[in-house]
Structure formats: structure tokens, C-alpha cells
């Protein structure tokens, strides 16, 4: 379980490592003395390390996950941008391009911002998902760092299901496009998961045309493959941007490059439309704004529980879908509590209400940190509260076992914030991965490459959703042998209406309200 305790005499050292640790949230300013900035240095600097002043402008915010192989250059091109548009302050830039540049690795500085960025964030904890935020003319947008190892594909699916948009970035050096695209490539495998997960926009960025000399036959060869292979896996290739670049040296990254006379630029056929434009960011621009759900009903799963000394216990996490205000009574599942929400803060703010997307933490009265945890949901009593489930089904998509998957099999499941052994009770049917038809009843055993639907059961007490219902809490990662072996969407949940469990007094009390 995670519990985090913030005392009042906390030293800057300590608050530094418990941010590290946890999520992408700054203790509010309300809560206590010591985490209030205007009263102390330390929590100043963490709040402009963590969070970077927003603009003054409100513009909508929105997700991208870069993809692809190992060596397309993610970091360098996701440095690039954040570096120059403006999701790290100055200092910090200054002070990385300092060391960079006295171990020799100036010419590297985008990736050795993003590679710095990792450290501090991540000492002495697992390799993390890493965010940072950058701004085009439109949008605030949150890039989700996914790096092309096979290790890393449990942290993109946790990543991949906050993304609107995902940037498949490919190099288009001799040999390494075909390296990437090739069958045990992670560029086709990456493009695969986006689509599974409900990533459903998609950019290509055709990376390092400096090192073929900006050919334009080359960019022809990559675009018409790479065409033809995305849209094996489902996505439409006329509603792509095809981008030539280099992260490297910044060509068509924000401003159009003069290295490529022959490009005359990007565009894209959607049902809104059609868009054109020259360099990334104007393609990310043009993503199509996602419709947030606010109307559904409340699901906020749980990343870690605060004890704040003077405060009580805070909640933190993303809302995914619906709205947490405070006075509501919320619900946690699977651990069956219900209580009273006293105030909802978010960037030292208090909120009159968090909205999908958001990252809050909130006051609960009467329950301690030992009763709700990592995992858990909260939802709205009154409103389609969320619960444990028994058993559910789901489509399974089996990536990378060494062996065969039959009945019994227990792996570990990554879903939303959960991290729970379940078990393949039967294998019900195998499917057609692409349109989902059923190939073969009640199968024996499943490999690498097939897919089927499962019922699953979950060795303790979990709260998922069907992936039509809640999409965030429809997807999973399926964890053996230290990698992800299969990905998942989830089809229907059996839920458990076990009995009414603890409702504190405060939820009594609103309730009557």
C-alpha cells in the first residue's frame, strides 16, 4: 500500500523524494502551513520544478503519447519541443545545457533535458511514464514519454490510455526504418497497442532526414509503407500527417525547413474536415479536440493516499470520466467505503470541480489511509457507484509468451492504478484479431499472436469496467517474467454487490443534506 506522510516540520529534501515517488501532484496550498508556498521557499520550488506556470490564456488540454522503436529518436524530438515551447523553466534548461556541455554532450542537449528530467524524477524508483507539458497556439498539451523497449510496454499502456493522440516517430536512416517496421519490430507493435488501447488520431514523423540527405524518394518509400502498415492495424492513412523531420536539428518542428524544397507540406481528410500545415506542432494543432465525459458518471482511480499532519487523509488521481466536487459523497471500490468529499485541490487551487483529465486530491473526513489505497475507485454514491467484480471477460491479445497460455494461467494485471494477480479461468473463444470473429471454441491453449476472449478471475478484490462503458478502466496490461506478454479490453464485468460496507459519519450527515 501507498501512504505518504507529510509532517509540518518536513524538510525540503524529504517533500523533494515524496514528490519524486508519487504522482504528478503538489501538495495543495490550503493543506497545512509547511505546504503552503507562499509561506515556505521549499514548496515554491517544488511547484515551479513540478508544475510549470500555466498560460493565462484557458486553452483545452490534451494528451500525446510518442511511440516507436528504441532508436527513432523520441527523446531527442519530444526534448526539442518541450525545450522550445516552453515546458521547462529556464534555469533548469540552463543548468542541464551547463552540464551537458562540460561532460561533452552538448550536441545532445534535447535528449539530455528529457534523460535529466527522468533521473530527477525517478531516483530510486522504477522507470516511470514521464510528463511534461508544452503549449501550440491551441492547445495545452501533456507529452506521455514512452520509450521503445519491451519493458517499457506495461508503462505505455498505463500511458496510452490518457492519449488523444499518439506520434509514431520513425527513423528513416538506411536500415533503420526497416529494422523498426520489420515482424519483431516495436514500431509495429507500438502502433498495434495505440490502436487496441483506443488511440484512435495518430501522427507520423519521419525522423533523422538529415542522415538520407532529405531524399525525397526515400520519404516516398517510407510514407507508402508505413501506409500501408497502419493501416493493417486500423487506423485511415488519409487522415494521418506525414511529417519529414529532424528532432536533432529542429527541421519542420516548429518552423518549416528549407532542407526539403520538394515538401509542400502535410494534410489530413477527416468527417471535420480537411487541414493542412508543414511542420509537428502545426500538426498537433490540428488534432481533432477530444470530447471530455464529463457526464458519466464519477470514476477517479486512485495513484496514492496522503496522510497530511492537521489535514486528514487526501486521495490523489486522475479523473477519467464524470466530476468530483466538494459535498459529494463518494464511493471507494473494491474497499466498499463511503464518505463525505470536503474540498477538491488541484495545482495549489481549491476546485469548485474536477473534471476528466484532471489530477486532484481530496479531503476526506473519517477515513484513514489504512481503508482506502493504490487501486481503489472512487465514484459517486448516487450515481452508478463503481464496485468489485467477481470474474469478468475480456478480449486478450497475447504479444510476447515464450510458451502456451491455457486455463489457470495467473499473471499479474496492470489496469488503471491496479495491480492485481488474476487468473484465466477459460479460454471461452479464439477471435480474428482484426475483426474479432470467432476462429475456434473453447480453445486449449493461446500464443504469441493470437487473440481471445477470457473470463478472468482476480486473486483479490479489484474494480474494472467494461471498455465500452469506461474506456480507462477497459484496458490492461497482462505482466509475466518481467514484460508484458498480452494487452486486454475488458467486455463485461460481473460485478459484486456484496452487502453495504463502512459509511462514515460525515457521508450520514451529507446525505440528509
Not at 6 to 29: C, D, G, H, M, Y
Not at 34 to 49: E, G, H, L, R, T
Not at 382 to 399: M, R, T
Request: charged letters at 25%.
Amino acid at each position: 500500500m501507498q501512504t505518504t506522510v507529510v509532517s509540518e516540520q518536513a524538510s525540503l529534501q524529504n517533500l523533494s523524494s515524496i514528490l519524486q515517488r508519487t504522482t504528478k501532484f503538489a501538495p495543495p496550498s490550503k493543506w497545512g502551513k509547511f505546504i503552503n508556498p507562499s509561506s515556505c521557499v521549499a514548496s515554491q520550488i517544488m511547484a515551479d520544478k513540478y508544475f510549470p506556470p500555466y498560460s493565462k490564456e484557458d486553452k483545452q488540454h490534451i494528451n500525446i503519447v510518442v511511440i516507436g522503436h528504441v532508436d527513432s529518436g523520441k527523446s531527442t524530438t519530444t526534448g526539442h519541443l518541450i525545450y522550445k515551447c516552453g515546458g521547462i523553466d529556464q534555469r533548469t534548461i540552463e543548468k542541464f545545457e551547463k552540464e551537458a556541455a562540460e561532460l561533452g554532450k552538448g550536441s545532445f542537449k534535447y535528449a539530455w533535458v528529457l534523460d535529466k528530467l527522468k533521473s530527477e524524477r525517478e531516483r530510486g524508483i522504477t522507470i516511470d511514464i514521464a510528463l511534461w507539458k508544452f503549449q501550440t497556439s491551441k492547445y495545452e498539451v501533456t507529452v506521455i514519454d514512452a520509450p521503445g523497449h519491451r519493458d517499457f510496454i506495461k508503462n505505455m499502456i498505463t500511458g496510452t490510455s490518457q492519449a488523444d493522440c499518439a506520434i509514431l516517430i520513425i527513423a528513416s536512416g538506411t536500415g533503420e526504418f526497416e529494422a523498426g517496421i520489420s515482424k519483431d519490430g516495436q514500431t509495429r507493435e507500438h502502433a498495434l497497442l495505440a490502436f487496441t488501447l483506443g488511440v484512435r488520431q495518430l501522427i507520423v514523423a519521419l525522423n533523422k532526414m538529415d542522415t538520407c540527405k532529405w531524399s525525397q524518394d526515400r520519404y516516398n518509400e517510407i510514407v507508402k509503407e508505413t501506409s500501408n502498415f497502419i493501416k493493417k492495424v486500423g487506423y485511415n492513412p488519409k487522415s494521418v500527417p506525414f511529417v519529414p523531420i529532424s528532432g536533432f536539428n529542429g527541421d519542420n518542428m516548429i518552423e518549416a525547413s528549407t532542407n526539403c524544397p520538394w515538401y509542400k507540406g502535410w494534410e489530413k481528410e477527416t468527417k471535420a474536415g480537411k487541414s493542412t500545415g508543414k511542420t509537428l506542432l502545426e500538426a498537433i494543432d490540428a488534432i481533432e479536440p477530444p470530447v471530455r465525459p464529463t457526464d458519466k458518471p464519477l470514476r477517479l482511480p486512485l495513484q496514492d493516499v496522503y496522510k497530511i499532519s492537521g489535514i486528514g487523509t487526501v486521495p490523489v488521481g486522475r479523473v477519467e470520466t464524470g466530476v468530483i466536487k466538494p459535498g459529494m459523497v463518494v464511493t471507494f471500490a473494491p474497499a466498499n467505503v463511503t464518505t463525505e468529499v470536503k474540498s477538491v485541490e488541484m495545482h495549489h487551487q481549491q476546485l469548485q470541480a474536477g473534471n476528466p483529465g484532471d489530477n486532484v486530491g481530496f479531503n476526506v473526513k473519517n477515513v484513514s489511509v489504512k481503508e482506502v489505497r493504490r487501486g481503489n475507485v472512487a465514484g459517486d454514491s448516487k450515481n452508478d457507484p463503481p464496485a468489485g467484480c467477481d470474474s469478468f471477460n475480456a478480449q486478450v491479445i497475447v504479444l510476447n509468451h515464450p510458451g502456451q497460455v491455457g486455463n489457470g494461467y495467473a499473471p499479474v494485471l496492470d489496469c488503471h492504478t491496479a495491480h492485481i494477480a488474476c487468473k484465466f479461468a477459460e479460454l471461452l473463444e479464439k477471435i480474428d484479431r482484426r475483426t474479432g470473429k470467432s476462429v475456434e471454441d473453447k480453445p486449449k491453449f493461446i500464443k504469441s499472436g493470437d487473440a481471445a476472449i477470457v473470463k478472468m478471475i482476480p486473486s483479490k478484490p479489484m474494480c474494472v469496467e467494461s471498455f465500452t462503458d469506461f474506456p480507462p478502466l477497459g484496458r490492461f496490461a497482462v505482466r509475466d517474467m518481467r514484460q508484458t506478454v498480452a494487452v486486454g479490453v475488458i467486455k463485461s464485468v460481473e460485478k459484486n454487490t456484496g452487502g453495504s460496507g463502512k459509511v462514515t459519519k460525515a457521508a450520514q450527515k451529507a446525505g440528509k443534506k
